[in-house]
C-alpha cells in the first residue's frame, strides 16, 4: 500500500535554490506591507516557471521569480521588479497564449486599476522580460477595472463606471458592467478588438474562465443588497447567453438567456431565492472543460458541472472553516482534489469522496496546476515549492486495519446516537466519549471487537471466562457480519473496475441485511431508499437473496425469511414517509420498506408482484375475507398491503391486469368486485366467469353482489350466452322470481331505440334465456306448497272444457264459489301485475317465429286463466 506525502522541490531552476525562494517571499513580504496574506496575490505562470507577486503598498509593482533553462543566460539579479508605474494599483496578471504553439512563451498581460495594459514577454536568450507594448482596455478614462481573466480569444473584465450625481446608495452598487474585447498574439504585438459591453448595472462581479465558459462570481469582500451576493452567473462569451445559478441543490435558477441588463436577468430569481436561503461561497477554482470547483460557507466541497448540476464531493469537519481563517486553495489534479484550509492539506478522491490523506503545514500555502505534470498535486508557500507524492507505508495487517476501523465507526455511530437523544445544545465529541467515561456502551462494544479480532488473528483455542464465552458466542454472527461488511468496503476502494460491480452487489446485499435485521428509525429508511435509487439492480438481487424468494413451476412465491424480518418489512406507512407514484415516475421522497420492494419487484419481474402480495399477506396473517368495512375508514395506519402495492402502479392504467390480480388477491370483497368490474368493462366474459366461479363460495352477501351484477349485464348483451349455465348455478338462495325480474326490467336497454322487440343481431334477452333460471327459483320457492308447479308444467294441449251446468240451477252454489274464488284469487293477481310489464314489453313476439315467443303467449294464456281456479 501506498501513502501520499508532501516533499519540497530542492530547486527552482538550475541555480536558484529553495533558500533564493524563501528570501524571495522575505521581501514580498516586507514590500507588501498592506497585505495581511501575501498569497491571496501570488500569481503563477501555466509552465510553473515564473512566480509573480503584486505589490500594493507602499508602492505598486509586480515582483517575479523566474527559472531559468539554460543556466548561463540567467540574470545577475535574483529577482526582478517587473514594473514600477508610480501609485496606479495592479489588478491582476493574465497569460495570453500565442496563437501558433511554435511561436514560444506566452504573453503576460498586467492590468492596472485605470485601464492600461502592459503585455510582456520572457525571452531568456535576451535576458529575461521585455515589454511589448502598452494598450488602453476601457473607452472612459475614469473607469475602474475590478477583475479580468482570459477566455479563449477574449479577454473579459468587469468594469466600474463612475456614479451619477442623482444615483442613490442602491443604485451605487450596480454601477458595474462586464466587458470584452477580442484579442490576438501574433508576431507584430497584441491585437485588441473593440470593445462590447455584455451586461450592465451588475453588481460587483470576479470574472473566472474555465473552457468556453466565464464564471460571474458576487464579490466575497463586499455584501451586495437585495441578496444577488447568492447567485452567480455562468456567461458564454461566444454566444453571449447567461445562465444564472445559486449554490443550492437546485443550482439553475434560469436557463440561458441574452438579456444584457442586469435587472432584468435576475428579477425572476429573486424571489425564489429568499426561499431556498443558499450558503455563501467561501472559495472557488476553474476546472477547465466549463466545470468550477466551489468551497461553500456549510463546508462542502463542490464541483459545478458546465450543464447546470452541482456535485457534492466531500464535506469539511465543523468549523473548519471559521477556525482557520479565510484563506483556502482548491484544485483538482486528474481524480485528487486537493484543497488547503489555513495550515491544513486535504487529499481527497473525487469518485467516493474519501479522505486520502490530512496533512499539517508549517505555513500557508497556495495549489496550482503545472501544465507540464497535471497529475500530481503542487504546491507553493513561503518555505518553498512542494509537490505530492506517493510513498510505500507498512501495510497493518488485516485484523489491524480492522479494529482501528470499527472501534472508531463505533464511537462514531455512539456519538450520534447519543446527541441525537440529548437535551443539551452541546456538541458531543468521539473524544468526549472515549476520554469523558460516561458511556459504557460503546467502550465495551469497542473491547469486544478488539478481542474478538485479536482472537481471529492469533487463532487460538484460548478459554475465556465462562461469562465472556457466553457473549462472544452470542454476538458470533454479528460480529462477523460486522467484519465482512468492512472488510468489502476495503476492497471496493482497491478494487479494478472489473471487480467493482461485484464488490458493490455484495456491499449492497450486506447494507440491506444489516438495516433490515434491526428496528428502522427515520434515517435508517432514508438511507435504505437511497440505496435502491441508487443501485436498482443490485438491490433487485439483494431481496432475493436476504428473503430467499424463489418462484415454483405453478408461479407461486416461497420464502424462507423470519417472521421478525417480515414484521420489518409489514409495517404501517410511517407518517413522514410520504409515498406517490404518478404516470409511473416515482418522486424521490421516503417510502416504506414494502412498497420499496415492491417498486423493485414491479420492476425487474411484474408477474411475481401478486404473488408476494398473497405472500406477504399470509405473514400478515390472513386478509380479513369476512369484513366488508363499508362503512370503516381506512387510515395510513391500517391501510390494507394490496392497496400499499398499488401505489406502484403507474397511474395510466397501462398495466391494468396487474391491478386485476392485486385487487383479486386481496381476497376483500370490495376489492373482488372492483376487479370484477375492471374485467366486464374490458370484456374479458371468460376471466368474468372465472372469478364469478370462484368468489361466490366465499360468502352469501359476495355471492348474491357478482349474480346481480352479471344479471345486469345478461339484460343489456349476448355476450354472456356461454356462461348462462355458469351463472344460473350461482343464484343465491334468497333471490325471488320477482327481485330476479326486477333487475332484468331495470337494465334492459332503451326499446325507442330499435323499430322491434328485439335488435337486429338478437342481442336482447327473451325469457327463453331465463326460463332455467326462473324454473330453478320457482321451484325452490314453490316446494313446500307446490302452488306454481303446473305453470313450468304445461300441458302440450289446452284443458277439457268443463260440462255446461243448467241455467239457474246452482246459482247459489256459484255467488258462494265466486265468493272464494275472489278471496284467493287477489293474492296472486297482485304476483301477475309485476308480471304485466316485462309481459308487454314482449307481446310483440306473437308474430315472430321465435319459439320462445310462443312460449310466452301460451304461459300467459294458461296462467291468467288458472288464476281464478286457485
Known amino acids: 500500500m501506498t501513502r501520499l ?154 468594469e466600474e463606471r463612475p456614479p451619477s450625481e442623482n444615483s442613490s446608495s442602491v443604485c451605487s452598487n450596480f454601477r458595474f458592467c462586464i466587458c470584452k474585447k477580442t484579442i490576438e498574439v501574433n508576431e507584430g504585438g497584441v491585437n485588441l478588438g473593440n470593445v462590447k ?39 458564454s462569451p461566444e454566444h453571449d447567453t447567461f445562465k444564472v445559478h445559486s449554490a443550492c441543490s437546485c443550482t439553475l435558477m434560469k436557463s440561458s438567456s441574452k438579456e444584457s441588463d442586469f435587472k432584468r436577468l435576475v428579477t425572476d430569481c429573486i424571489g425564489l431565492l429568499s426561499t431556498t436561503n443558499p450558503p455563501d461561497i467561501s472559495g472557488f477554482s476553474p476546472n477547465g472543460c466549463g466545470d468550477l470547483l466551489l468551497l461553500l460557507s456549510t463546508g462542502w466541497v463542490c464541483i459545478m458541472k458546465r450543464d447546470s448540476v452541482l456535485c457534492n464531493i466531500y464535506k469539511l469537519p465543523d468549523n473548519c472553516l471559521s477556525a482557520s481563517g479565510t484563506q483556502n486553495s482548491l484544485k483538482i489534479y486528474n481524480e485528487i482534489l486537493a484543497l488547503t484550509i489555513g495550515r491544513t492539506l486535504f487529499l481527497i478522491d473525487t469518485k467516493c469522496g474519501l479522505e486520502l490523506e490530512r496533512i499539517s503545514l508549517k505555513t500557508e500555502g497556495l495549489l496550482f496546476v503545472n501544465t507540464l505534470d497535471r497529475h500530481s498535486p503542487q504546491m507553493l508557500s513561503e518555505n518553498g515549492l512542494f509537490v505530492v507524492t506517493q510513498k510505500p507505508k507498512p501495510s497493518p495487517t488485516l485484523s489491524e486495519d ?51 479480532l485479536s482472537s481471529q488473528k492469533t487463532k487460538t483455542g484460548q478459554k475465556h471466562s465462562t461469562g465472556q464465552e457466553r457473549l462472544m458466542s452470542s454476538l458470533e454472527s454479528e460480529l462477523r457480519s460486522l467484519i465482512l461488511l468492512e472488510d468489502i468496503k476495503t476492497s471496493m476502494v482497491k478494487a479494478s473496475e472489473k471487480d467493482l460491480g461485484n464488490y458493490c452487489e455484495s456491499l449492497v446485499q450486506q447494507e440491506i441485511c444489516r438495516l433490515l435485521s434491526g428496528e428502522l428509525e427515520r434515517e435508517n429508511l432514508q438511507y435504505l431508499n437511497s ?90 396473517g390472513g386478509s380479513s375475507k369476512s369484513s366488508w368495512g363499508y362503512s370503516m375508514k381506512e387510515s395510513s395506519e391500517s391501510l390494507p398491503l394490496y392497496k400499499r402495492a398499488l401505489t406502484v402502479l403507474p397511474c395510466k392504467g397501462t398495466y391494468q391486469h396487474l391491478e386485476v390480480e392485486l385487487l383479486l388477491c386481496s381476497e376483500r370483497p370490495k376489492a373482488i368486485m372492483q376487479a370484477l368490474r375492471i374485467l366486464i368493462k374490458q370484456g374479458q366474459w371468460e376471466r368474468v366467469a372465472q372469478v364469478a366461479e370462484r368468489f361466490c363460495q366465499q360468502s352469501p352477501l359476495l355471492n348474491k353482489e357478482i349474480f346481480s351484477a352479471l344479471l345486469c349485464e345478461v339484460s343489456q348483451h349476448r355476450d354472456l350466452d356461454p356462461y348462462l349455465d355458469l351463472l344460473w348455478t350461482l343464484c343465491p338462495e334468497d333471490m325471488t322470481v320477482t327481485s330476479i325480474l326486477n333487475i332484468v326490467l331495470k337494465n334492459l336497454p332503451d326499446s325507442t331505440q330499435n323499430s322491434g322487440p328485439f335488435e337486429a343481431h338478437g342481442s336482447q334477452v327473451t325469457i327463453g334465456l331465463l326460463k332455467p333460471l ?20 304445461s300441458p302440450t294441449v289446452p284443458p277439457l272444457t268443463p260440462p255446461r251446468q243448467p241455467k239457474g240451477l246452482f246459482r247459489d252454489a256459484e255467488q258462494q264459489e265466486t265468493k272464494q274464488r275472489t278471496s284467493s284469487g287477489s293474492q296472486v293477481t297482485s304476483q301477475a301485475k309485476l308480471l304485466c310489464p316485462f309481459f308487454s314489453h314482449h307481446m310483440k313476439a306473437c308474430c315472430h317465429p321465435d319459439p320462445s315467443a310462443s ?16
Open 5 to 158: 506525502a508532501l516533499e519540497q522541490v530542492t530547486d527552482f531552476g538550475d541555480f536558484t535554490k529553495g533558500k533564493d525562494l524563501k528570501e524571495f517571499f522575505k521581501q514580498a513580504y516586507s514590500n507588501n506591507i498592506s497585505s495581511e496574506n501575501c498569497l491571496s496575490d501570488v500569481r503563477l505562470s501555466p509552465d510553473g516557471r515564473h512566480i509573480h507577486v503584486i505589490v500594493r503598498q507602499p508602492k505598486s509593482g509586480l515582483m517575479t521569480h523566474d527559472q531559468y533553462q539554460r543556466p548561463h543566460l540567467m540574470q545577475c539579479q535574483k529577482h526582478v521588479n517587473l514594473v514600477l508605474t508610480g501609485n496606479v494599483p495592479i489588478v491582476d496578471v493574465i497569460y495570453i497564449p500565442q496563437s501558433k504553439p511554435e511561436d514560444g512563451a506566452s504573453v503576460l498581460g498586467v492590468i492596472f486599476e485605470n485601464g492600461r495594459v502592459e503585455f510582456w514577454k520572457f525571452l531568456e536568450c535576451r535576458s529575461g522580460w521585455h515589454l511589448l507594448q502598452t494598450v488602453d482596455l476601457c473607452n472612459s478614462p475614469r473607469a475602474k477595472v475590478i477583475s479580468v481573466c482570459v477566455c479563449q480569444n477574449f479577454i473579459i473584465w468587469c
Open 197 to 235: 459591453i455584455a451586461l450592465h448595472n451588475n453588481p460587483r462581479y470576479t470574472t473566472v474562465s474555465s473552457g468556453d465558459l466565464v464564471y460571474l462570481l458576487p464579490d466575497m469582500r463586499e455584501n451586495s443588497s437585495m441578496g444577488v451576493s447568492k447567485m452567480f452567473l455562468a456567461w
Open 402 to 452: 480492522l479494529s482501528a476501523l470499527l472501534v472508531e465507526a463505533v464511537f462514531e455511530e455512539a456519538c450520534k446516537y447519543y446527541q441525537q437523544r440529548s437535551l443539551s445544545s452541546t456538541q458531543l465529541t468521539v473524544e468526549k466519549l472515549k476520554k469523558g467515561g460516561m458511556f459504557q456502551a460503546p467502550i465495551s462494544l469497542a473491547a469486544i471487537l478488539r478481542d474478538y
Open 531 to 620: 440505496i435502491f435509487h441508487l443501485f436498482p439492480t443490485y438491490s433487485w438481487h439483494a431481496i432475493q437473496a436476504v428473503l430467499h424468494l424463489r418462484c415454483n413451476g405453478e408461479g407461486l412465491l416461497s420464502s424462507k425469511a423470519p417472521a421478525e424480518l417480515w414484521k420489518i418489512i409489514l409495517s404501517p406507512v410511517q407518517p413522514t414517509a410520504n409515498f406517490a407514484h404518478c404516470n409511473g415516475q416515482q418522486k424521490h421522497t421516503t417510502v416504506p420498506v414494502f412498497e420499496l420492494l415492491c417498486h423493485s419487484i414491479f420492476k425487474f419481474q411484474p408477474s411475481w408482484l401478486p404473488r408476494f402480495v398473497e405472500l406477504a399477506q399470509q405473514q400478515s
Open 774 to 793: 326462473l324454473r330453478k327459483v320457482l321451484q325452490r320457492e314453490t316446494k313446500p306448497s307446490q302452488r306454481y308447479a303446473d305453470i313450468l308444467q
Open 855 to 870: 312460449f310466452i303467449i301460451c304461459w300467459c294464456n294458461y296462467y291468467f286463466k288458472n288464476l281464478w281456479k286457485m
